[in-house]
């Protein structure tokens, strides 16, 4: 059984021969689709060799190993052969978007599957910079924390720093959801605020930009229909 974020990642999947889980952990994503039949076979890799015993038991006592290739690798190294989705999840943003930046020459056009739990600007800006575009962007909240998906094609376009920084597809439809997320997001900036305000030494940057960041989603909250 999926959590809500891992069944918000299957729901971006693309149905394909190949499809391959970046830092994998148990692999509950890859028995899932294998067992869907969304993907025929399936590589699920990680950097921990603890992580990916974990998941070769998984597969193995699913008897889905025979249609998996496990494999202990770094970031997107473990994509040696076509794929039609690549999904990379369960990371922060920077690490994230150094996966996407030096692994540019093994996407191949496949569909991506992202979902970072930081900084996901730089995950926005990475996007672009390996030449795709994000279709979907979708929220989901799991236990109490809230993660943005993407799903992304192969294809350029120009977001505005704004775009980049917040999201572009996320705000245009009115949830609860999103409410709530806009909440969070700005409580999380707050904290950060304080916490820098109160530094011995402030970082007057740093505190222009949680200031910024802070008076956008507020914006964006005020301009909810009540």
Same mark, same amino acid.
């Given at each position: 059984?999926?959590?809500?974020? &891992? ?45 990916? *015993?974990?998941?070769?038991? +998984?597969?193995? %006592? ?6 998996? $290739?496990?494999? &202990?690798?770094? *970031? /997107?190294?473990?994509?040696? %052969? ?10 922060? *943003? ?7 930046? %030096? ?49 992304? $094609? ?15 597809? /996320?705000?245009? $439809? ?19 605020? +304080? ?32």
């Amino acid at each position: 059984m999926l959590d809500e974020r &891992l069944s918000l990642a299957a729901s971006l999947y693309e149905p394909c021969d190949w499809g391959a889980d970046i830092g994998t952990d148990h692999a509950l994503l890859p028995c899932h689709l294998l067992r869907q039949r969304i993907c025929q076979r399936m590589i699920a890799s990680d950097v921990s060799p603890k992580a990916l *015993g974990h998941a070769r038991e +998984n597969l193995t %006592r699913q008897g889905l190993i025979d249609r998996a $290739e496990v494999v &202990l690798a770094d *970031g /997107l190294d473990a994509v040696t %052969r076509p794929c039609g989705c690549i999904s990379v999840m369960g990371m922060g *943003g920077e690490t994230m978007a150094d996966i996407l930046h %030096r692994g540019q020459g093994r996407l191949q056009g496949a569909v991506l599957v992202l979902g970072a739990h930081t900084e996901l600007h730089l995950v926005r800006q990475a996007i672009q910079d390996v030449g795709y575009h994000m279709v979907a962007e979708r929220l989901c909240r799991a236990a109490t924390r809230f993660y943005v998906f993407w799903r992304c $094609e192969v294809g350029e376009e120009a977001l505005s720093p704004e775009e980049i920084r917040y999201g572009k597809l /996320l705000w245009q $439809e009115d949830t609860p959801l999103l409410r709530e997320y806009a909440a969070w997001r700005k409580r999380i900036h707050q904290e950060r605020l +304080n916490g820098l305000q109160s530094a011995t030494c402030p970082d007057e940057q740093a505190i222009n930009e949680a200031q910024s960041d802070i008076a956008w989603y507020r914006k964006k909250m005020e301009g909810f229909p009540c």
